[in-house]
């Protein structure tokens, strides 16, 4: 049986699981069998990463996590988590391959997933001018002119940090009044170069190689227009990956994990979460890797106070 089960393989994940193998926990790491790296992979170059000061692509960023959780003796494995059995004292992970792991404390660092609009040229544009974090992308769109999607507090906020950067900012959102919280809706009321184009919703992201407009439909009338712009920020919300611990783990009122205060433990002892799947504000790689290192040091704290003779440590590798 073994110390630790890490699931997830974004900055949560390889954060912890370089902390976990580095206290010789030897952890295993299942990575997903389809996108190992997590979000970071559709990204481009990730210029806020503290240590790159010439930036880092996104994908690289990842590798080289992945290679350091290697390094000391992470051992990741591509697969998918199918089930789970998070009671007792024995934690069950079971995976698409149909092997069962099994193991006294688990990281749960799934992330979360943004929302995606759905339309034609969403996916091709990906990193060429359509992305999902200002923070990450706005400096890219310096005086050019930039829509966000989205009537929430994300849009605000985006449309907001983008004036810094861009000449000019549209707010397209499908009614005629917004979700995003009086504050927020103020400040980017009161922002001169941002205009908002209500009642439209983005049927499609035109270009070839980069964005050069959005097709906007107007939800009142129906009809059709073009909208030239260099780039378009999609802030329609995004859903923490919980499917797998529904009815095993609480969520709070956001539909994140709740862990008790700054730690990561869960409602279930020997489970820890770690990341944006616990996080509905902030959502950053730093801030992911720095919640993984929380849930590694609370997992051997865990682990440690197990004490000799539990069913659980008799086994433990
Ligand atoms: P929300 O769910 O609050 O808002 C999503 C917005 O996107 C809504 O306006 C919604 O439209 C729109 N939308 C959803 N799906 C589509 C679609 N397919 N096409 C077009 N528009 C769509 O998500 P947020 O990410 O904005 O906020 C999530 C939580 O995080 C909130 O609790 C928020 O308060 C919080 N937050 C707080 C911040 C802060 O305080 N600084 C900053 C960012 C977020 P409709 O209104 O029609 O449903």
């Not at 997992?299 to 440590?313: M, N, Q, R, Y």
Request: some cysteine; charged content about 20%; hydrophobic content about 40%.
């Amino acid at each position: 049986m073994r110390q630790v089960i890490i699931i997830g393989s974004g900055p949560a994940g390889f954060t912890a699981a370089i902390y976990a193998a580095r206290a010789n926990l030897n952890p295993v790491l299942v990575a997903s069998s389809v996108e190992v790296g997590g979000e970071l992979m559709k990204t481009t170059e990730v210029e806020n990463f503290p240590g790159f000061p010439e930036g880092i692509q996104g994908p690289e960023l990842m590798a080289k996590m992945q290679e350091q959780a290697e390094r000391f003796g992470t051992e990741v494995l591509y697969d998918d988590v199918t089930g789970l059995e998070l009671d007792g004292e024995i934690k069950k992970v079971t995976l698409g391959s149909g092997t069962t792991l099994e193991a006294a404390s688990v990281i749960y660092a799934t992330g979360s997933a943004y929302r995606t609009l759905g339309i034609p040229g969403e996916e091709r544009l990906s990193g060429h001018g359509v992305s999902w974090c200002a923070t990450c992308d706005g400096f890219f769109f310096r005086d050019r002119t930039i829509a966000v999607v989205g009537g929430g507090d994300s849009a605000m906020e985006e449309a907001t940090f983008l004036t810094k950067f861009a000449s000019k900012v549209y707010v397209i959102h499908r009614k005629d009044t917004l979700r995003a919280s009086k504050i927020m809706q103020e400040r980017a009321f009161a922002n001169e170069k941002i205009e908002f184009i209500w009642n439209s919703a983005v049927e499609e992201v035109l270009g070839e190689d980069a964005t050069i407009g959005v097709r906007l439909r107007n939800t009142v009338d129906g009809s059709v227009s073009d909208l030239d712009v260099d780039g378009l920020f999609i802030a329609i919300g995004n859903d923490p990956r919980t499917h797998l611990v529904h009815g095993k783990l609480d969520l709070t009122p956001e539909g994140t994990i709740w862990v008790d205060g700054r730690s990561s433990r869960t409602s279930q002892p020997g489970v820890f979460a770690a990341g944006d799947v616990i996080d509905p504000t902030y959502r950053q790689a730093v801030t992911a890797a720095g919640s993984g290192t929380v849930a590694a040091l609370d997992v051997e704290h865990f682990l440690a106070a197990l004490g000799d003779g539990s069913p659980s440590t008799a086994a433990l590798v």
